[in-house]
């Protein structure tokens, strides 16, 4: 049973990075801090970036049910 969830927790951590690696808008850093040609930190996701964001939130409440799920095996 653990051996399923170090798997199972190593599959979807790596989905986790690719996911987040997917979302880079910007590559320079002053971006991050409202630089940059974005006009600011915040802006509305639409189409396929909601989509991706969705997963990665999707993604990582399922990261975390696995650790709970780990921590009490």
Do not use: C, P, W
Not at 3 to 15: D, K, R, Y
Not at 28 to 55: N, S, V
């Amino acid at each position: 049973m653990t051996l399923i969830l170090n798997v199972s927790q190593i599959i979807v951590s790596l989905l986790i990075i690719g996911l987040v690696l997917i979302q880079d808008r910007s590559s320079d850093a002053g971006g991050i801090f409202g630089g940059g040609d974005t006009g600011g930190f915040y802006q509305a996701r639409r189409g396929l970036e909601k989509i991706i964001f969705a997963l990665t939130i999707i993604a990582i409440i399922i990261f975390t049910g696995l650790a709970i799920a780990h921590f009490l095996i």
